[in-house]
Nanobody, 115 residues
Framework: VQLQASGGGLVQAGDSLKLSCAAS????????VGWFRQAPGKEREFLAT????????TLLDSVKGRFTISRENAKNTAYLQMNSLKYEDTAVYYC?????????WGQGTQVTVSS
């Protein structure tokens, strides 16, 4: 399976962005998908996961109320809606899928938030 994250960009603090994670090569409807991010000079940080049917979501505490994870299995795509972006949200955002206990990573998409 190949995962491609997109939707990043340069925004101002308070703006919104919606990231997409498109899967190809295999249907991901039966698998958990999620997002990590990595800020410059920092370790990769877990953000969110969503269960195969769209329920069972988890979110990092610091983004609860601002970020929402969702998926459209018919489009083989997962999303991360990010609202009220802050400077500290600046990072490269990666999506992943857990398929048969193995993680698959996509290339990241850069999100830069100017203060």
């Amino acid at each position: 399976v190949q995962l491609q994250a997109s939707g990043g960009g340069l925004v101002q603090a308070g703006d919104s962005l919606k990231l997409s994670c498109a899967a190809s090569g295999r249907a991901i409807r039966a698998y958990m998908v999620g997002w990590f991010r990595q800020a410059p000079g920092k370790e990769r940080e877990f953000l969110a996961t969503i269960g195969r049917s769209g329920d069972g979501t988890t979110l990092l505490d610091s983004v609860k109320g601002r970020f929402t994870i969702s998926r459209e299995n018919a489009k083989n795509t997962a999303y991360l809606q990010m609202n009220s972006l802050k400077y500290e949200d600046t990072a490269v955002y990666y999506c992943f899928a857990i398929i048969l206990l193995r993680p698959y990573w996509g290339q990241g998409t850069q999100v830069t938030v100017s203060s």
